[in-house]
Nanobody, 124 residues
Framework: QVQLVESGGGLVQAGGSLRLSCAAS????????MGWFRQSPGKEREFVAT????????YYADSVKGRFTISRDNAKNTVYLRMNSLKPEDTAVYYC?????????????????WGRGTQVTVSS
């Protein structure tokens, strides 16, 4: 069992930066692929970024590539999402998720555990 708690969201102006954190409980965190998804009102939850269990592989949605960076610290049971050059269209609730399977990690159904989300609002 893994419990996930996101933090670091907030209100930022366009062009600004935020770093989201996701703290995980449970001894098996280091074996899980981790991902970030986001959801804005009236839209489906969408993939943002994913990182392999050891941090050796990352993958990003085209909409955030070059602006966002996913990383993890297995010693701290934490995964991060650094978001630079934020745009108003990045406004959403951001969710952290953990996957125990072997999928690519870009689809929500691949993930077994989810946090409750943290709100990110980017003003123009």
């Amino acid at each position: 069992q893994v419990q996930l708690v996101e933090s670091g969201g907030g209100l930022v102006q366009a062009g600004g930066s935020l770093r989201l954190s996701c703290a995980a409980s449970g001894r098996t965190f280091s074996s899980y692929r981790m991902g970030w998804f986001r959801q804005s009102p009236g839209k489906e939850r969408e993939f943002v970024a994913t990182i392999s269990w050891n941090g050796g592989s990352t993958y990003y949605a085209d909409s955030v590539k070059g602006r966002f960076t996913i990383s993890r610290d297995n010693a701290k049971n934490t995964v991060y999402l650094r978001m630079n050059s934020l745009k108003p269209e990045d406004t959403a609730v951001y969710y952290c998720a953990g996957a125990g399977g072997l999928g690519a990690g870009t689809l929500a159904y691949e993930y077994d555990y989810w946090g409750r989300g943290t709100q990110v609002t980017v003003s123009s």
